[in-house]
């Protein structure tokens, strides 16, 4: 298993959005945030900043982390150019089977073989979705808690196909 440089968080609504902050908060890798709706990019934007600011306000951020952060953060309407160099996916849309399903059928054909695809739902078993690709051990949930730059929680669940090594990864990048 090649080592996560890059993470793609795919949908930019609340939950997207903080991923993706928290991820640049990390400052250990580099992340695209992914919508076809460009206004719904602007406005995570918008969000991340004000949840960036607040986070310095309260002294928990240097200007200069903050500002990091949101550099690290990518936005990008087209799914295949970002997830085509990506270690790890993070497919946060919402709860509707069939717009995961085309998530996922895009992201079969256009990630690497050896990336991590998780979803971030508490509601679909990623059995249901890793049935999209050819490689359901590779899939799992990466189920975050909001607001996700406060509760710094994640469940990590495996299906039943669900290798050890991306279990080990998934674990090891949370």
Not at 25 to 43: H, K
């Amino acid at each position: 298993m090649s080592e996560i440089k890059r993470v793609v968080v795919v949908g930019a609504g609340t939950m997207g959005s903080q991923i993706a902050l928290q991820i640049g908060y990390s400052g250990r890798y580099a992340v695209n945030l992914v919508d076809a709706d460009a206004a719904q990019l602007e406005r995570a934007t918008e969000q991340n900043r004000k949840l960036a600011a607040r986070a310095v306000e309260k002294g928990r951020l240097s200007d200069q982390q903050a500002e990091t952060a949101l550099n690290a953060i990518e936005n990008s309407p087209d799914l295949a150019r970002a997830a085509a160099d990506a270690g790890l996916v993070i497919e946060a849309v919402f709860e509707n089977l069939d717009v995961k399903r085309e998530v996922w059928e895009q992201l079969e054909a256009s990630a690497p073989p050896d990336a991590v695809l998780a979803s971030n739902s508490s509601t679909i078993a990623v059995s249901r979705l890793a049935a999209f690709t050819t490689r359901p051990e590779r899939c799992c949930n990466m189920h975050f808690f909001h607001p996700v730059t406060v509760m710094q929680l994640c469940e990590v669940v495996r299906g039943p196909e669900t290798s050890d090594a991306t279990i080990e990864a998934a674990v090891s990048f949370v």
